[in-house]
């Protein structure tokens, strides 16, 4: 009986029962430790996302139809993304013109998508100068000519200024072991786009 055991071999059974209750609890404190760590990352690429989004579309709206200013909208978007986000988890850079008819999307086939492939590519700014940029051509439906411009005098079909959306597509990378332990496959997180739109309003 419990009773009759050494007072010693008893005391030592509280040490024993704790051991099972810290193991108990550990475990959900370093999921929840880790998940806040995850989503903190998460949460970070999201922002460095929208604001190279927000950055690159007052680039675009500065320089109007001024030749180059998509590779001024690149270099910026390159340079906006930093750690812990990172500019090689960039999927694709889309500046359209913007259908005001409806909640912001691209008229069709107004399109200039740019596909991240982390080379080193020419592109000439509006100033004339050469620069690399780790992005290739795709789609190239809105060419900087055919962007109304009406604040610098340039004749446009449409007969208004144009607004220009920017849309970033960034693939997130889990940092932490977390979303394995419950289920999530390991590698490629969620896929986020962050998207702004803005009148051209550049420069004289």
Same mark, same amino acid.
């Given at each position: 009986?419990?009773? /009759?055991?050494?007072?010693?071999?008893?005391?030592?059974?509280?040490?024993?029962?704790?051991?099972?209750? !810290?193991?108990?609890?550990?475990?959900?404190?370093?999921?929840? !430790?880790?998940?806040?760590?995850?989503?903190?990352?998460?949460?970070?690429?999201?922002?460095?996302? @929208?604001?190279?989004?927000?950055?690159?579309?007052?680039?675009?709206?500065?320089? @109007?139809?001024?030749?180059?200013? %998509?590779?001024?909208?690149?270099?910026?978007?390159?340079?906006?993304?930093?750690?812990?986000?990172?500019?090689? /988890?960039?999927?694709?850079?889309?500046? !359209?013109?913007?259908?005001?008819?409806?909640?912001?999307?691209?008229?069709? @086939?107004?399109?200039?998508?740019?596909?991240?492939? &982390?080379?080193?590519?020419?592109?000439?700014?509006? %100033? &004339?100068?050469?620069? $690399?940029?780790?992005?290739?051509?795709?789609?190239?439906?809105?060419?900087?000519? %055919?962007?109304?411009?009406?604040?610098? &005098?340039?004749?446009?079909?449409?007969?208004?200024?144009?607004?220009?959306?920017?849309?970033?597509?960034?693939?997130? $990378?889990?940092?932490?072991?977390?979303?394995?332990?419950?289920?999530?496959?390991? &590698?490629?997180?969620?896929?986020?786009?962050?998207?702004?739109?803005?009148? /051209?309003?550049?420069?004289?």
């Amino acid at each position: 009986m419990r009773l /009759l055991e050494h007072p010693l071999r008893r005391r030592r059974n509280p040490r024993g029962q704790a051991l099972v209750e !810290f193991s108990l609890i550990i475990i959900p404190f370093i999921l929840v !430790f880790a998940s806040l760590i995850e989503f903190s990352f998460l949460f970070t690429a999201w922002g460095s996302v @929208g604001y190279a989004s927000h950055d690159a579309a007052q680039v675009a709206a500065t320089y @109007g139809n001024t030749t180059g200013a %998509d590779c001024a909208v690149l270099q910026r978007v390159d340079g906006d993304i930093n750690a812990p986000a990172n500019p090689a /988890l960039i999927v694709s850079v889309d500046i !359209f013109l913007v259908n005001t008819a409806t909640n912001g999307s691209p008229v069709s @086939g107004k399109e200039n998508i740019w596909t991240y492939d &982390g080379g080193s590519h020419a592109c000439v700014m509006p %100033d &004339g100068t050469t620069i $690399q940029v780790p992005f290739v051509p795709g789609a190239t439906g809105y060419p900087t000519s %055919d962007r109304c411009n009406v604040n610098q &005098g340039v004749g446009c079909s449409r007969g208004t200024v144009d607004t220009l959306g920017v849309k970033i597509t960034y693939q997130y $990378q889990w940092m932490t072991p977390f979303p394995k332990l419950i289920g999530f496959v390991a &590698g490629n997180g969620p896929q986020l786009t962050q998207t702004t739109v803005m009148r /051209l309003e550049p420069i004289r």
